[in-house]
DNA sequence: TAAATTTGTCTATTGATATAGACAACTATA
DNA sequence: TATAGTTGTCTATATCAATAGACAAATTTA
């Protein structure tokens, strides 16, 4: 009888307070697309009985996503839905930041925050083909589309191969464009591990979110399409307006 | 300077509590490869002055993770590292459990939880090329690797075309070799949607996790070579115990 | 053996989380 | 214009989460 997973049942005293896995449920709800944009929310006292708790619970909740630019909230008319669905962000082969977010935004670029030449870990040296403590060039960069951040990355490149690469991605926001200066005309993703985990510090900060939210986490490396490697990366997503869509495979 | 990341401080007032947010450095840092297998956690006060927290904060986090089986405490001695490293699921073109995870672990299966037969919702209809309503067979599943479940997931198939694959499921622990039997010698994975979310009361049982655990989920079609949808599927794994490698990019 | 280190247990206190009930303020509708 | 339905605010109480300090119990080291 029923097509979708149902599991309206609450942790308690699980260390995540019952406000914040209501908030997530509501958020999941909304990126399943259980409410079309604009659509009111059930009434507090309904939402309060389906998920078992007090209504002021519910309220904490709802505040929540209110602050977040979730919801709004109209005293005496229900509370709205205002955010659109999660972007679609595509991996594959060829993935491209601008490029894969073509069609759903009407605006996205990259913000370069940081860089810095520092040694290679060991991670680093491995992903890019490098000695162990070699120059490595690292990018701190944050994606953002309709002004709303949707990436936060770290990008490191061989700092001899591609001295200058930074002032190259200041300038141009691509990574593309700055590749194509130092002759890279094409390059293949060829790896990528994924995991999830609580954003930290930094990702709120960085990402604009609330305490407590999920991000995704992606490693990965690209290469030549001879298969040398250039660049190394670890990527955040904000899992509650990113999906990420496996293409091409 | 710094190579990782670092980003020690704690949210406080957040909706999560301070012992779930260490918990999950803790585990980040397990999995990071920060601690060999059998290494002692550092004391306990030390761990109190990273995080900024009490002593007795970060007693609750460890506590969470004995219970989990992820640490040992030893009173005199230490708190000691159990865990292995996170499984590496690879997604591809041609993802199978069994093999995907052979070489990582001596012993692994698929379990059939339950199957019932019901109307297409539309997500499934959409993703099988059904009409809406029409007879969709549901399986429920859990992967388990080395008797620790890794997975847990609804696939849907035509039920007319696969009448009977409940049986062949609960016969051979195998999709691949269920749908040999209907014909089926090679299929492919056409697409992978990926998100995460903290786990809701149906994984946390499902899956052996924690209140508060992240899940990856994964909601993907595979078709014959020749592009006939034959299966949509909703996995998820425990973030906790699986990172997913996306090979064949 | 003595001292230092580390985990385990206890008491007490504070702040955040959750429940309960009542009522005000606002909106839509019969 | 009532009335019903909804969000907003207030008070009160109970439980969980976090801090603080002291000391016990076990282990390792000097």
Redo the contacts with the bound molecule.
């Keep these: 009888m029923i097509g979708q997973q149902v599991a309206d049942s609450i942790e ?4 995540v ?5 209501i908030a997530d449920r509501i958020l999941q709800s909304i990126a399943a697309g259980d409410f079309i944009e604009n659509a ?7 939402l ?1 009985e389906r998920y ?6 519910v ?2 909740a ?2 929540a996503l209110v602050q977040e630019g979730v919801l709004r ?7 709205f839905v205002l955010s659109r669905k999660r972007l679609s962000y595509p991996i594959g082969a060829r993935t491209r930041f601008s490029a894969g977010l073509q069609g759903q935004t009407s605006e996205r670029h990259i913000v370069l925050l940081a860089s810095s030449i520092e040694p290679a870990s060991q991670r680093v040296a491995e992903g890019l083909g490098l000695a162990r403590g070699a120059g490595a060039m690292r990018l701190e960069t944050r994606g953002e589309a309709d002004g709303r951040p949707v990436s936060r990355a770290a990008s490191w490149f061989d700092a001899r191969r591609f001295a200058g690469i930074d002032a190259a991605m200041a300038e141009t926001g691509s990574i593309t464009a700055s590749l194509a200066r130092f002759g890279i005309d094409d390059y293949l993703r060829q790896s990528t591990v994924l995991s999830a985990r609580h954003a930290d510090a930094a990702d709120l900060a960085d990402l604009d979110l609330q305490p407590g939210a999920i991000v995704l986490v992606t490693v990965a490396v690209n290469v030549t399409p001879d298969g040398r490697p250039i660049q190394f990366s670890e990527s955040r997503f904000p899992a509650e307006r990113v999906e990420l869509k496996l293409s091409a495979l």
Excluded: D, F, Y
């Excluded at 009111?40 to 006292?45: G, M, Y």
């Excluded at 078992?52 to 619970?57: A, D, I, L």
């Excluded at 909230?73 to 509370?79: F, L």
């Design positions: 308690r005293r699980s260390g307070s019952l406000w914040r896995q009111a929310l059930p009434p507090e006292v309904a309060a078992g708790v007090n209504r002021h619970t309220r904490s709802i505040s909230a109209e005293q005496g008319r229900g509370t």
